[in-house]
């Protein structure tokens, strides 16, 4: 199994900005492709942006001009910071890491180890 633990989720206004962290275990951080998924109720989750351990980033189209995903790897925790936040930003974010080897770094079902979500609210 492979600890993740998601925070930075909160409410804010239409415009505002807010980052998310994921922490997980020393050896997922490392080696192991993480991602951000988002979901809303009655939808499957959606790839909003990952990195895998080669430092290869992926983002969704809608997201890659206002979120970036970094990592840091002393602290073993991936970020996305989201900027100019719109209302169907809206979700519960979560945080997902497996070995990936090539593809697409954005598919759900290619990921097996999630954490438990984060809220994130932007209202207009």
């Known amino acids: 199994q492979v600890r993740l633990v998601e925070s930075g989720g909160g409410s804010v206004q239409a415009g505002g900005s807010l980052r998310l962290s994921c922490e997980a275990d020393?050896?997922?951080?490392?080696?192991?492709?993480m991602a951000w998924f988002r979901q809303v109720p009655g939808q499957e989750r959606v790839g909003v942006a990952a990195?895998?351990?080669?430092?290869?980033?992926s983002y969704a189209d809608s997201m890659k001009d206002r979120f970036t995903v970094s990592r840091d790897a002393a602290k073993n925790t991936l970020y996305l910071q989201m900027t100019s936040l719109k209302p169907e930003d809206t979700g519960l974010y979560y945080c997902?890491?497996?070995?990936?080897?090539?593809?697409?770094?954005?598919?759900?079902?290619?990921?097996?180890?999630w954490g438990q979500g984060t809220q994130v609210t932007v209202s207009s």
């Open positions: 990195m895998d351990s080669d430092g290869r980033l």
């Open positions: 020393e050896h997922a951080a490392k080696t192991l492709c």
């Open positions: 997902a890491v497996d070995r990936l080897t090539g593809g697409s770094l954005l598919l759900e079902s290619r990921f097996r180890y």
